[in-house]
């Protein structure tokens, strides 16, 4: 699959569900003290790695507001340095929606160029132009959605993303989106009951298509506690919360 594809499919994956933790919300008391740490292994090549997320903005709070949240991955298979991405969520009455028009935009572009010397050699008015010219590169039509903050067992909305980046575009759809029920899940964390959503995702660019079904199971004050992808009818990969911390 095609590096860019990938990419996206890695956020949609990595996609935690924050809201203050009240009884009836997804997320802990103080979101921007708090640590999550996951632990992810691909069942095909064994590789394990852990990914930290931490929310760097917070604009409004987890019921209605705006999010940005580092996510640091290190592997635990390899000597290589962790690698890190920015997320970032738009809240709406409780249910979070990875914005990905936002990870797309200008601000993505001057936080990856902020360090390099050609960038701070520049004035105002040259970094102003530059990013005008990135926007104009890029395309997002659509959203990705999460999980409603009153889950009911039943049907929820499809989705459908479309992001295009010159001549590149790659087309994400959720669809057959539904909550199960509600489980309990033990996880090194703790343990926690959760509620199950199951989804099909498709990407497709331009002649390739990726399809998986992910499971995954939130809490109430936590967000995120465990999540599988299946392929074929095969576990290619899951997640576990691993430590939490605020």
Same mark, same amino acid.
């Not at 959605?145 to 009911?152: A, F, K, V």
């Not at 989106?177 to 926690?192: F, H, L, M, N």
């Given at each position: 699959m095609n590096r860019f594809c990938i990419v996206v499919l890695g956020l949609l994956s990595m996609m935690v569900v924050p809201s203050w933790a009240q009884s009836d919300v997804f997320f802990?008391?103080?979101?921007? *003290? &708090?640590?999550?740490? %996951?632990?992810?292994?691909?069942?095909?090549? =064994? &590789?394990?790695? !852990?990914?930290?997320?931490?929310?760097?903005?917070?604009?409004?709070? &987890?019921?209605?507001?705006? &999010?940005?949240v580092q996510v640091k991955t290190t592997s635990l298979n390899a000597a290589a340095p962790a690698d890190s991405t920015n997320l970032y969520f738009r809240f709406e009455? $409780?249910?979070?929606?990875?914005?990905?028009?936002?990870?797309?935009s200008a601000d993505l572009y001057e936080d990856a160029l902020e360090n390099t010397d050609d960038w701070k050699n520049l004035s105002d008015e040259e970094r102003a132009r530059v990013l005008k010219e990135m926007d104009d590169y890029v395309s997002v039509k659509g959203e990705?959605?999460?999980?409603?903050?009153?889950?009911?067992?039943?049907?929820?909305?499809?989705?459908?993303?479309?992001?295009?980046?010159l001549v590149m575009s790659v087309k994400i759809k959720g669809k057959s989106?539904?909550?199960? $029920?509600?489980? *309990?899940?033990? *996880?090194?964390?703790?343990? %926690?009951e959760c509620f199950v959503m199951t989804e099909e995702v498709s990407a497709k660019m331009m002649l390739m298509t990726e399809k998986s079904v992910i499971k995954t199971w939130y809490a109430y =004050?936590? $967000?995120?506690?465990?999540?599988?992808?299946?392929?074929?009818?095969? !576990?290619?990969?899951?997640?576990?919360?691993?430590?939490?911390?605020?």
């Open positions: 802990v008391p103080d979101p921007q *003290t &708090a640590v999550w740490t %996951y632990r992810e292994t691909n069942h095909e090549t =064994g &590789a394990v790695s !852990l990914s930290q997320y931490t929310v760097q903005t917070m604009i409004g709070d &987890a019921v209605q507001g705006l &999010a940005k009455q $409780g249910e979070c929606i990875l914005d990905v028009g936002k990870m797309f990705v959605r999460g999980i409603p903050r009153y889950p009911q067992v039943g049907r929820l909305p499809d989705y459908e993303l479309k992001v295009k980046v989106r539904k909550i199960t $029920g509600v489980e *309990t899940i033990s *996880t090194p964390a703790g343990d %926690y =004050g936590i $967000g995120m506690v465990k999540q599988e992808t299946y392929v074929d009818d095969q !576990l290619e990969s899951s997640l576990i919360l691993d430590t939490i911390n605020w």
